[in-house]
């Protein structure tokens, strides 16, 4: 079943006791809402399709704008907010609210949906004297989201962390809470750099985000996407703030897997003693190992800008692209011979060649090809040819003087 199916057509009736102090809604990626809960819903006094038609409208005036534009921020940022507004209840009146958003992400880090939690503090809120952000209780939301979630006060000193926090590391919430305990979870590799990064944003106020290791119960350590916004009060000042760490293990895992198997391709595309380079399907180069650059004397400006082309003989630049066409269009392997010029203006011959990559389908998807230094060989095979048309000559000619003598002898011996 979605979850959007959990939704009914009509609101709870207005005699409902239902509590509307864990108010839940989810929206699409886009910020479409899907899904209202029944405290929401009676809080509301509306139906799912009438929430999702104007949910705007039940926001009060003078708080729309500042609501739709850090809406907007969020959607666009894909990080958590958290919000404070007066919106419409179903008798009217409108109450204050704290609202919390936080992005849910599928495997390769997309978002897929949103999951908010809204909490009326209109009372807490009066009796604070509208300072509500240090009391706006976070715990519905924290132990339902996948991660870990933990808040500090504005000085960095952790207050609290969800279950999911105690069940990954073994920790109960009394070890957890303090200055010092953060560092010592941490990957030894990883404490001085996340030390600077956190440092950095208590001073500022800024977004806290960093790729850190930490310690699991069972003492080993696995990746996780650390992050962290700050909670202000009505004037202006940071009262908490609110993180969460993500684990992305697997895909850092899988990230570390790709670089170095890129590390390795490089080291090994420059080690070969061949420019090599790689084309599109459509035959249009976008890399070059260095040895075309040290050759060449081009950048990767020049590759992307298809001046690459320049460093061709201008006698044979046609002839070598009509063939290279010929290979794109027919998928046949491509080998041709031609002058490149140098960084020096000297013109060398290459023997290139060039096959298709296909994917499981059977379709061109790329092309790998090189450029071998043949210049020797054909300086060479030039000497070979001349030298073999030089004896062709030579033979030709004591031939012909040989027919000449033959001719004379029998001349010779008629008379």
Request: charged content about 25%.
């Amino acid at each position: 079943m979605a979850i959007a199916d959990l939704n009914t057509e009509q609101p709870l009736p207005a005699s409902s006791s239902v509590s509307a102090a864990g108010m839940l809604g989810t929206t699409d990626a886009s910020g479409r809402v899907v899904y209202a809960s029944p405290q929401l819903l009676h809080f509301l006094g509306l139906s799912l399709s009438e929430v999702q038609a104007q949910w705007l409208s039940l926001v009060h005036p003078d708080d729309q704008k500042r609501l739709s534009e850090q809406w907007k921020a969020a959607l666009a940022a894909n990080q958590i907010y958290q919000v404070e507004f007066r919106i419409r209840r179903q008798d009217g009146q409108y109450r204050w609210v704290w609202s919390t958003g936080y992005p849910q992400m599928n495997d390769v880090g997309i978002v897929q949906q949103w999951i908010i939690s809204t909490i009326d503090v209109e009372v807490s809120r009066q009796s604070a004297g509208g300072n509500t952000g240090a009391e706006a209780d976070f715990s519905f939301l924290a132990e339902l989201i996948p991660q870990l979630v933990w808040t500090t006060d504005p000085t960095g000193f952790h207050t609290y962390f969800n279950q999911r926090w105690t069940d990954f590391t073994g920790y109960t919430l009394a070890d957890s809470v303090g200055p010092d305990m953060w560092n010592n979870l941490l990957h030894p590799d990883d404490r001085q750099r996340a030390r600077e990064i956190w440092g950095h944003s208590l001073a500022t106020g800024e977004f806290y985000e960093i790729e850190y290791r930490f310690k699991a119960k069972d003492n080993t350590y696995r990746w996780f996407l650390g992050q962290a916004l700050p909670v202000y009060s009505s004037e202006g000042q940071i009262v908490k703030w609110f993180g969460t760490c993500t684990d992305i293990h697997d895909q850092k895992m899988n990230e570390l897997a790709l670089r170095k198997r890129e590390q390795d391709f490089t080291t090994l595309a420059n080690a070969i003693p061949q420019m090599a380079w790689m084309a599109d399907e459509a035959g249009s180069i976008f890399w070059f190992n260095d040895r075309w650059f040290a050759y060449t004397g081009t950048s990767s400006e020049h590759v992307h800008n298809q001046d690459w082309q320049h460093v061709h003989h201008p006698d044979y630049a046609e002839q070598v692209r009509t063939k290279f066409q010929t290979a794109i269009r027919t998928g046949e392997a491509w080998e041709d011979t031609f002058p490149l010029r140098r960084a020096d203006g000297e013109y060398r011959w290459f023997l290139s060649r060039a096959l298709p990559v296909l994917d499981d389908a059977g379709q061109i998807v790329r092309w790998c090809g090189t450029h071998t230094d043949v210049t020797e060989q054909k300086q060479l095979q030039d000497q070979l040819e001349r030298a073999y048309s030089d004896l062709e000559a030579k033979v030709m000619f004591r031939t012909l003087d040989l027919e000449r003598e033959v001719q004379e002898l029998r001349q010779r011996l008629s008379n």
